[in-house]
């Protein structure tokens, strides 16, 4: 399934049900089922409570380990979110990386429509080995990249999943050179979700308030916030 319907479900679910039931375990139950295939269910129904307790090397080996119907598709981006990123890059940019790039799928768009530029994925998981990118491996914590050395920086629906999210984003901004562009879903909390989120930004005002840029601009595009932040002369604003 797309991301676009994937959202129409989920707003379906989440506004359009009494939350007393949406958020019953009973009621999610068979939905946990069917997403994760009927593995580890017990665990996945409790990672909000207790993912807190994870050491680093169990966060990254539960994200390893997961086999979701979620990792069939392509990429988790809507087109209207893609499209954006792609029409706002720096012309001027010379070097890129996607912060929790996935397969890559994102970065070979990005080839194409802009081949001049450097790239780089960075993830908890290497992707399959591409000609187009570069692949750096290890934890949005601690990025291993120099002060404002990246052009543009991008991360897409990764900030819902990072426990410490100001430390995380303040990593995001101090390697950023010009742009930092930020996707992630417009979505109320609730405790049994189907996607190990542990940060819900139902307003706008609830996600740009962890960033602490002055120029940006911040749209709803197809159920997803697209954050696109500028920095200039090497300093954030």
Request: overall charge negative.
């Amino acid at each position: 399934m797309n991301r676009r319907l994937t959202n129409a479900i989920r707003f379906v679910m989440d506004e359009m049900i009494p939350p007393f039931i949406r958020d019953s375990k009973v009621f999610m139950y068979p939905f946990y089922l069917f997403a994760y295939r009927g593995k580890n269910i017990k665990e996945v129904m409790q990672f909000k409570t207790k993912v807190y307790s994870y050491t680093p090397e169990e966060y990254s080996d539960f994200y390893n380990e997961l086999n979701t119907i979620s990792r069939n598709r392509a990429t988790d981006l809507n087109q209207a979110c893609i499209d954006f990123i792609l029409d706002k890059i720096d012309p001027a940019a010379n070097t890129l990386v996607d912060i929790g790039c996935g397969s890559g799928y994102l970065l070979n768009k990005i080839h194409e429509r802009h081949p001049s530029i450097s790239l780089s994925g960075f993830d908890l998981k290497a992707p399959e080995k591409n000609d187009h990118f570069t692949f750096v491996h290890g934890n949005v914590e601690h990025l291993p990249f120099e002060d404002h050395s990246i052009d543009v920086v991008v991360c897409c629906h990764t900030v819902e999943h990072l426990l410490k999210l100001d430390l995380c984003i303040s990593e995001l901004i101090r390697i950023t050179g010009k742009q930092l562009f930020i996707v992630t879903p417009c979505q109320r909390y609730f405790y049994y979700t189907l996607d190990e989120h542990v940060n819900f930004f139902p307003q706008k005002e609830s996600l740009i308030t962890h960033i602490p840029l002055k120029e940006f601009i911040c749209e709803k595009l197809q159920g997803d916030w697209v954050y696109l932040g500028r920095i200039k002369e090497g300093k954030s604003l």
